[in-house]
Nanobody, 125 residues
């Protein structure tokens, strides 16, 4: 069974940076697509970034140019480098993975089979 564990969240001031990590176990790290989602209080969960097995990436417009998603298939780790953080980036961030998906499109992996427990990111003004 695939298990995902996020880490790296925390509190930063606006303009700061954080790097999130998602460690995967229970499957071959090179298979399938992986993604980051976030959910702020009172809001729906939204896709942030997705990466397929060929390292093609997909970002939501609000993070383009600020966030970078990457994966280390040998170590089975998904990363999200977040730069120029803003208060509106405050949310719980979740990692998702689906070994049956070789493409992030059309839904950015919203229907992924496996999810982590999340890590909190808080950005103060």
């Amino acid at each position: 069974q695939v298990q995902l564990h996020e880490s790296g969240g925390g509190s930063v001031q606006a303009g700061g940076s954080l790097r999130l990590s998602c460690t995967a176990s229970g499957y071959a790290g090179s298979r399938g697509s992986m993604a980051w989602f976030r959910q702020a209080p009172g809001k729906e969960r939204e896709g942030v970034a997705c990466i397929n097995p060929f390292s093609r990436t997909l970002y939501t417009d609000s993070v383009k140019g600020r966030f970078i998603v990457s994966r280390d298939t040998a170590k089975k780790i998904l990363y999200l480098q977040m730069n120029s953080l803003q208060p509106e980036d405050t949310a719980m961030y979740y990692c998702a993975a689906d070994t049956s998906r070789s493409n992030c499109l059309p839904d950015g992996l919203k229907g992924a089979r496996n999810w982590g427990q999340g890590t909190q990111v808080t950005v103060s003004p």
